[in-house]
């Protein structure tokens, strides 16, 4: 029976490695090497049925509907699936934007993952990936969720390894300010950064091997994070000098980076002290084992 209603949670995710090659594809993307996981901070979805499709988001975006990767994904999957998708929206916002943390892109899976379930379509249907990679690099990461890697533009799934549900990590990010995938891929070029090794990473994660997976954790495009917002590359250096951190980086694009830390009560003093002492935004989490769940009324 099709819901009346379904709230979907729509999780955050870190790279862990992020490994971005010179080479693009036709359409100007970036080869990139990703390893990415979800984490426990969470956007949340309630989408219902509805005379025509909305999308609203709190707090209220400063950007048209029909912009948010939301509405895009629940249009391409009217478009593909030859359905109307009417559905209201609303997006309960609790990722920071442009952050690296890939809020619009869970967004959109939560969507997807969504009008499967409503209108009985199988999600490893391979028009669903299409779909998810139409509207963004890092959406088909999020239909899977636990480690993953992803070649090709770092949208293409190629393994995924068990999960390492429950590790704590600190946020740490500038106050306001972000930086978006784009602009940081503009500045890369502009001074590109070797790629590093990928196959230690890989091989750690699935030895699942955790000190040697958090030892190889590294991001090529921190640099170009760093030129664009100063402020990320102070967080970073502060970050690594905490007490328990195992490992830190920029993640993404950033404007956020992630320390992983031994326990949770070094994630917190870290977050705690992130905003007490230097303004920063903060937010303690932990890694999940999933991408968007749904619960239904
Ligand atoms: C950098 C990464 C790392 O996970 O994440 P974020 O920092 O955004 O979370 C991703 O590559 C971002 O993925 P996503 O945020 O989905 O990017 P998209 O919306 O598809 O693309 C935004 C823009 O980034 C550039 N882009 C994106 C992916 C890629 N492989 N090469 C690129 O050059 C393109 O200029 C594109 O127009
Ligand atoms: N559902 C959404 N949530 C947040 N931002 C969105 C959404 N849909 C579209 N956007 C746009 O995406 C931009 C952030 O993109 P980007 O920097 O690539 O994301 P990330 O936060 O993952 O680094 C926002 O500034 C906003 O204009």
Redesign the pocket.
């Known amino acids: 029976m099709p819901a009346r209603f379904m709230l979907v949670t729509a999780p955050a995710k870190i790279?862990l490695y992020?490994g971005v090659h010179s080479q693009?594809d036709e359409r100007?993307?970036?080869r990139?090497d990703?390893v990415?996981t979800s984490i426990d901070l969470a956007d949340t979805l309630a989408i219902a049925p509805a005379e025509e499709l909305s999308v609203h988001t709190v707090p209220e975006a400063d950007f048209p509907m029909e912009h948010n990767t939301a509405y895009r994904a629940a249009a391409a999957m009217g478009e593909a699936f030859g359905r109307d998708p009417n559905f209201t929206i609303l997006i309960d916002k609790h990722i920071p934007v442009r952050s690296?943390?890939?809020g619009?892109?869970t967004d959109a899976a939560a969507v997807i993952m969504a009008l499967c379930r409503e209108w009985g379509l199988d999600p490893t249907d391979p028009k669903i990936d299409e779909v998810a990679r139409s509207i963004?690099?890092?959406?088909p990461f999020f239909l899977y969720g636990p480690p993953a890697y992803l070649a090709g533009?770092?949208d293409e799934m190629r393994e995924l390894f068990r999960p390492l549900t429950g590790t704590p990590v600190a946020l740490v990010k500038p106050l306001a300010s972000g930086v978006t995938?784009?602009d940081?891929?503009v500045r890369f070029d502009e001074d590109p950064v070797d790629v590093p090794e990928l196959e230690p990473m890989l091989e750690a994660l699935r030895q699942h091997d955790e000190t040697a997976i958090f030892d190889g954790v590294v991001n090529n495009?921190a640099p170009a994070a760093c030129a664009i917002e100063p402020e990320i590359a102070e967080i970073l250096d502060w970050i690594r000098e905490q007490p328990d951190v195992r490992a830190a980086d920029v993640?993404?694009?950033?404007a956020c980076v992630f320390a992983v830390c031994n326990t949770q009560m070094a994630a917190d003093a870290i977050v705690l002290d992130a905003i007490k002492e230097h303004g920063w935004w903060g937010q303690s989490a932990k890694m999940e084992n999933s991408g968007p769940y749904i619960a239904a009324g």
């Open positions: 790279n992020l693009k100007g993307y970036h990139v990703s990415m690296g943390l890939g619009p892109s963004g690099a890092d959406v533009a770092g995938a784009r940081a891929y495009l993640t993404g694009s950033g």
